[in-house]
């Protein structure tokens, strides 16, 4: 048999070749771009925790809005952002747009050999001013401009004046949609930037935990067609153990690929094996990161929620840290904007990050022990 390249892609940002349980999300942002100026998913934000999905999404985004048609312009928050995003448009809609001015040769000294330039322009046109020209010339012919943010970051100036720019091409109806993507105490800071409280006003798609059924699709049909069958069973095991967070869908399935590579059949055994080579994976590239920047009151708060199977009671937590349950809703509130916890049902929480808390029982021992 032939040894086929595994079709897993754990690698942040990278497009899977079966996206899970994303369908609907994808039709409505993508039917806003097809409803025209005015429908609100023209401003949407991507909002989930590390490995959910968020880098994914976008890029799945701008290639269907290609598809459609439109121009993309893809970017991180990041100083010089907004440079990058005109350098991306003029490049992608270089077939619409003029050719950007050219330096005059002003002075030439053959003897001295010395040369100057100077630009067409002596003064610089403003971003938003250079934008709305371009985005004017890209409707007369009947294209339009997607740009794509990940990592938001209120922190960022650029950033800021993206949002505080992009509200304007909303309000002059052009054919402009904005996606972002953050994490959710990063979205958090966004909202409360009240330089940019337009962006309230997006729409808010969190990207919760994909359907069992769904995950266990995603995978069959990878690996179906990439030449391999895995058996119901094993099938069962891998998309029951990824909870349905498309990070450990990719890995778990990479690693299960790798144990037997020539062989027809993925078994459980191979499977079981995957499992347990995904978890260093996961602690070193998810659940380190997002530890690392969580404060001890945080912490406290989530070993106080170890010895529940599942479910806490924010009473027992409170009892277990010694505090009033007003101090621990201080907490458990931090937790859940962080994308760390989330509420199930009146006064209770559990773990949204999966495999956190064997994380943390494996990583902190006796000190989880309250």
């Known amino acids: 048999m032939v040894i086929q390249k595994n079709p897993f892609t754990p690698t942040f940002g990278s497009e899977p070749l079966f996206l899970a349980g994303r369908e609907q999300l ?39 809005a290609m598809q459609l048609g439109w121009i993309t312009a893809s970017v991180t928050a990041e100083p010089d952002m907004l440079n990058k995003v005109l ?6 809609g270089k077939e619409f747009l003029p050719p950007k001015a050219k330096r005059k040769l002003s002075e030439l ?15 610089q046109p403003s971003w938003r001013l250079q934008m709305t020209r371009y985005l004017e010339l890209l409707a007369e012919n009947q294209v339009g401009l997607l740009i794509t943010v990940d990592e938001i970051d209120a922190k960022q100036p650029e950033m800021v004046k993206l949002v505080a720019d992009f509200q304007h091409f909303i309000r002059e109806k052009r054919e402009a949609a904005f996606v972002m993507a953050g994490l959710p105490g990063k979205t958090l800071q966004m909202f409360h930037d009240k330089s940019i409280s337009f962006v309230r006003r997006s729409f808010q798609h969190k990207l919760d935990a994909v359907s069992k059924a769904d995950v266990k699709t ?3 049909k990878t690996i179906e067609s990439s030449g391999r069958k895995i058996t119901a069973e094993a099938l069962d095991i891998a998309a029951q153990y990824t909870r349905g967070f498309p990070f450990l869908i990719q890995l778990v399935g990479y ?22 080579s995904s978890e260093e994976y996961m602690d070193r590239m998810i659940l380190d990161t997002t530890v690392s920047e969580l404060s001890e009151g945080d912490m406290a708060f989530l070993f106080a929620m170890l010895p529940d199977e599942a479910v806490s009671r924010m009473s027992d ?16 509130l931090r937790l859940i904007k962080q994308g760390i916890i989330e509420e199930y049902g009146r ?9 956190l808390r064997e994380y943390l029982k494996k990583n902190y021992g006796e000190k989880t022990e309250l």
């Open 26 to 64: 994808l039709e409505e942002i993508l039917g806003g771009l097809e409803n025209g100026p005015g429908d609100p998913n023209r401003t949407s934000i991507l909002v989930g925790s590390r490995g959910s999905g968020k880098t994914v999404l976008l890029t799945k985004i701008a290639d269907e």
């Open 87 to 92: 350098e991306q448009v003029e490049y992608r």
């Open 109 to 123: 000294h053959v003897l001295d050999v010395g040369f100057s330039v100077q630009h067409s322009e002596e003064r």
């Open 218 to 220: 995603a995978i069959k």
């Open 255 to 276: 690693h299960t690929w790798r144990q037997s590579p020539k062989v027809k059949t993925i078994t459980l055994a191979d499977v079981e094996q995957g499992i347990e």
């Open 317 to 332: 937590i409170s009892a277990r840290l010694g505090k009033t349950t007003k101090h621990a809703a201080q907490y458990r």
């Open 347 to 355: 006064g209770k929480v559990q773990f949204t990050l999966p495999l």
